[in-house]
Structures are given as C-alpha cells and as structure tokens.
C-alpha cells in the first residue's frame, strides 16, 4: 500500500464520519430511510419465497444479521432520544421559564417592584 493510498483512506474515513454525523443529528432522514427500507423488507417477503432463498443459509443468516443490526440501532437511537430528554428537563428544572421570562421582563422593561404595601389600595 503506498503512502498515496494511505491518504485516501484517511480522507475516505474522515468523509464517511462526517457523513455519518450529519444524518445521526436528522430525525427526518434517519425517519425517511427506516421507512423505506422497511417498505423493501416488506417487498423482500413474496421475493424470498418465490426465489427459494428462504432455503439458503447464506441468506437467512444475513436476513438474521440484519435484523440483529436493525434491533440494537432502534434501541440505541430510542435511548439516545431519552438521554437527550432526561438533559432537557433537568436543565428546565434548573433554570425554569418562568423565571427566564421574569429575568427578561426585568432586563429590558422599567418595571420596578412596588414600594410600601404589598396591597394595592384603591383610591
């Protein structure tokens, strides 16, 4: 392998990481592609049968493969999401809206808080 090949790679490597990263931060393509490629499993059924690749080793074992991939992403994608959760609501059980909204309100209005009775009297 020469020095020129082990620069490609490199290059190659880095652009499927970036590539890879950019489609994990998309919920709408992740949720794109895991409908069509559950459309083409489903499509892949009648096709099995009809080939007689159900009879196939090779092809069951790799149909199985899959669907171990397949699992364990969905798991790891559905905890991912509930980590991502879990920080959002201690971050708003640490630093409420109301109290976001109120900071606010003070910073960039003259509201002043009352002086005297906390009662407001009618006269």
């Given at each position: 392998?020469?020095?020129?090949?082990?620069?490609?790679?490199?290059?190659?490597?880095?652009?499927?990481?970036?590539?890879?990263?950019?489609?994990q931060g998309?919920?709408?393509?992740?949720?794109?592609?895991?409908?069509?490629?559950?459309?083409?499993?489903?499509?892949?059924?009648?096709?099995?049968?009809?080939?007689?690749?159900?009879?196939?080793?090779?092809?069951?074992?790799?149909l199985s493969?899959?669907?171990?991939?397949?699992?364990?992403?969905?798991?790891?994608?559905?905890?991912?999401?509930?980590?991502?959760?879990?920080?959002?609501?201690?971050?708003?059980?640490?630093?409420?809206?109301?109290?976001?909204?109120?900071?606010?309100?003070?910073?960039?209005?003259?509201?002043?808080?009352?002086?005297?009775d906390s009662?407001?009297?009618?006269?």
């Amino acid at each position: 392998m020469s020095r020129g090949d082990v620069h490609w790679n490199g290059v190659l490597v880095a652009v499927m990481k970036s590539l890879w990263a950019s489609i994990q931060g998309d919920p709408v393509f992740m949720r794109r592609v895991n409908g069509w490629l559950t459309i083409f499993w489903i499509l892949m059924i009648p096709f099995s049968i009809f080939f007689g690749l159900l009879s196939s080793v090779s092809y069951v074992s790799a149909l199985s493969l899959w669907a171990l991939v397949s699992g364990h992403w969905s798991a790891w994608q559905a905890a991912r999401v509930e980590v991502e959760q879990m920080a959002e609501a201690k971050e708003l059980e640490d630093n409420p809206i109301e109290e976001r909204v109120v900071e606010k309100l003070i910073e960039q209005t003259d509201v002043a808080p009352a002086s005297g009775d906390s009662t407001a009297s009618a006269t």
